[in-house]
């Protein structure tokens, strides 16, 4: 008898399961789809600023301050990366990119001037602690920016920018030294004529490139830099760069004393192939920054163009190591 119990509820069973409808269990795929990055203007002092956004504004804010001859679109790939973890405000100097272009024979560039602007820029955007990422331009454009107040600076993320005479050449500092010191119509043309066309393509973008990232390298990026690059008076605010540039090495032992003494979070991320730059430039940051974290890359001087992904990686390891998220 319990036997005859047992089969007709193991067939009640079977046959209630039959008649019970199945539940579609939907599993969630899982997608990196970055924040979209937006394309703002801001009035400083009478002039429009250009500037990227994109991320979280209650997270960390990383702040991309770009090189020579480019603009934030140098960063184009890099933001999105970085934005899902990350603020992000990547602003064009004044002068370059979409930002105003104030002729520069009533506006004097100097190196002073751009940080004075993307301080100001910073400030009505209420950021007062950020990371900053600094490549060739950004380096004499940050530092005048953390002299101010070092403490604003939470991390420092160092790309193919200078801080040491050690990454330049004897032939280079000459370079920069004559470009200040020789007022000369004869050197104000070759310094008008190195932010030409020929000269923007091969001796910057495609100067330091081997056959392997050849390809890597986007004409978009020369394309960007040279259409902002159209009138005579675009090229004299290059001019007036060039021949503002040797007061940061001057300037040199004084950043380097401000490292030395506030020791910030320090990563640096450099091509090892950047012939302008070179990599001892990278080690020398060392000598005061001894818990700095150093990585050379297989890129030349635009080392966030070819190797992006990497450049991310590292940064966003760097700084969950260091518990700023």
Not at 128 to 148: S, T
Not at 217 to 233: E, G, R, Y
């Amino acid at each position: 008898m319990k036997n005859i119990i047992l089969v007709f509820s193991a067939l009640f069973l079977m046959i209630i399961g039959c008649n019970t409808p199945k539940v579609n269990t939907v599993v969630a795929e899982s997608f990196f789809l970055p924040p979209p990055t937006t394309y703002n203007y801001i009035e400083v002092n009478d002039v429009k600023l250009f500037y990227r956004e994109a991320g979280d504004p209650s997270k960390p804010t990383i702040v991309l301050l770009h090189g020579y001859p480019s603009s934030s679109h140098s960063y184009r790939n890099l933001i999105p990366m970085l934005a899902n973890h990350y603020h992000i405000i990547a602003p064009d100097n004044l002068g370059s990119g979409y930002s105003d272009h104030p002729n520069p024979n009533t506006t004097s560039y100097t190196f002073d001037l751009l940080a004075d602007y993307t301080d100001a820029l910073l400030e009505q955007l209420n950021i007062d602690n950020y990371i900053m990422y600094m490549q060739d331009f950004g380096a004499p454009v940050g530092y005048r920016m953390m002299m101010k107040n070092p403490k604003r600076i939470s991390a420092l993320i160092v790309q193919n920018a200078n801080a040491y005479l050690d990454g330049l050449t004897p032939k280079r500092q000459d370079f920069f030294r004559n470009a200040q010191q020789d007022t000369s119509q004869t050197e104000v043309d070759f310094l008008y004529s190195i932010t030409s066309r020929e000269v923007t393509i091969n001796k910057q973008y495609l100067f330091d490139i081997d056959s392997v990232n050849y390809k890597i390298q986007s004409p978009d990026a020369w394309t960007h830099d040279l259409s902002f690059l159209q009138k005579p008076s675009d090229r004299y605010i290059q001019v007036q760069l060039f021949q503002d540039y040797y007061t940061n090495l001057l300037s040199y032992p004084t950043w380097q004393k401000m490292l030395k003494e506030t020791q910030p979070k320090t990563l640096i991320v450099w091509g090892a192939k950047d012939l302008k730059f070179n990599a001892n430039g990278a080690k020398a940051y060392l000598r005061d920054l001894p818990n700095a974290e150093l990585h050379l890359l297989d890129a030349g001087h635009f080392a966030v163009e070819e190797k992006t992904s990497d450049v991310a990686e590292l940064i966003l390891k760097f700084l969950k190591k260091e518990n700023i998220k």
